[in-house]
């Protein structure tokens, strides 16, 4: 059964740091590109942020969060990473994390591609 499970969540104010961590179990970490989405009050779900299965991989970023957030993984310890630093009160969000299966090196900031989901972390910033 895989599992995906999100901490690191809470309670920041504005200017503020955070990090995210996802576990993933039941599956071959190495072999998944991984994302981050998020969903704010009455808003859908909307990228954040994805990486090649790689440590080393490609990432890529939603322009809300370019140059705030940094996603990474390690593949050791099964793990990815969601640094966020300079947080605005507009990141206030479920943060989920996500997994796909697909060729080498891709990475997505489509739902569609993911085929597994965590069950998300509150995240909330105070202004």
């Known amino acids: 059964q895989v599992q995906l499970v999100e901490s690191g969540g809470g309670l920041v104010e504005a200017g503020g740091s955070l990090r995210l961590s996802c576990v993933g179990s039941?599956?071959?970490?190495?072999?998944?590109?991984m994302g981050w989405f998020r969903q704010a009050p009455e808003k859908e779900r909307e990228f954040v942020a994805t990486?090649?299965?790689?440590?080393?991989?490609?990432?890529d970023y939603a322009d809300s969060v370019k140059g705030r957030f940094t996603i990474s993984r390690d593949n050791a310890k099964d793990t990815v990473y969601l640094q966020m630093n300079s947080l605005k009160p507009e990141d206030t969000a479920v943060y989920y994390c996500?997994?796909?299966?697909?060729?080498?090196?891709?990475?997505?900031?489509?739902?569609?591609?993911?085929?597994?989901w965590g069950q998300g972390t509150q995240v909330t910033v105070s202004s």
């Open positions: 996500a997994a796909g299966r697909h060729r080498i090196y891709y990475r997505s900031r489509r739902e569609n591609d993911y085929n597994y």
């Open positions: 039941g599956l071959t970490f190495n072999s998944y590109f």
């Open positions: 990486i090649t299965h790689l440590s080393s991989g490609g990432t």
